[in-house]
């Protein structure tokens, strides 16, 4: 059976931890109506993805 060789010290296990720390998500601009969405998301506002009318949207 594997087993690990050398104890995991302290430093590396909260280095190790500190990457699963939850961060807020990135957030961009539509290029079409400029407001705030997430990426690789169609704009819910305009209803825009990569410069084409995806959704519809009834305004
Ligand atoms: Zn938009």
Redesign the pocket.
Known sequence: MGVPKRKTSKMRLRTRKASHRWHAPLLNK??????T?ASHTA??????YKGRQVLSINA
């Open positions: 539509c290029a079409q109506c400029g407001s969405i704009c819910p506002s305009c209803g825009y």
